[in-house]
Nanobody, 115 residues
Framework: QVQLVESGGGLVQAGGSLRLACAASTSILSLTDMGWYRQAPGKQRELVAEITNRGTTNYAVSVKGRFTISKDNTKNTMYLQMNSLKREDTAVYYC?????????WGQGTQVTVSP
């Protein structure tokens, strides 16, 4: 069973930067499809960014050019570098992993962007 632990969330001023990390309990991260999702209060969970086992990336229009998703297979960790943060980026951010037909979710980390 794969376990995912997010970290790096917190409070940041608008225009600032934050880096989220998702540590996975697997040594075959190169075989996985992974992504970051977020959910704001009263809203549905939405895709922020994803990266496939082949390295292909995809971003939500609202974050493209500001966020960068990456994986470090040697550290079994996925990252989300967030720059030029806006108030509307405030949400709980979740790590998602897909492997061998199974989906795994982390518990989420809160990101709050102040004016």
């Amino acid at each position: 069973q794969v376990q995912l632990v997010e970290s790096g969330g917190g409070l940041v001023q608008a225009g600032g930067s934050l880096r989220l990390a998702c540590a996975a309990s697997t040594s075959i991260l190169s075989l996985t499809d992974m992504g970051w999702y977020r959910q704001a209060p009263g809203k549905q969970r939405e895709l922020v960014a994803e990266i496939t086992n082949r390295g292909t990336t995809n971003y939500a229009v609202s974050v493209k050019g500001r966020f960068t998703i990456s994986k470090d297979n040697t550290k079994n960790t996925m990252y989300l570098q967030m720059n030029s943060l806006k108030r509307e980026d405030t949400a709980v951010y979740y790590c998602r992993l897909y492997i061998f037909g199974q989906i795994y979710w982390g518990q989420g980390t809160q990101v709050t962007v102040s004016p």
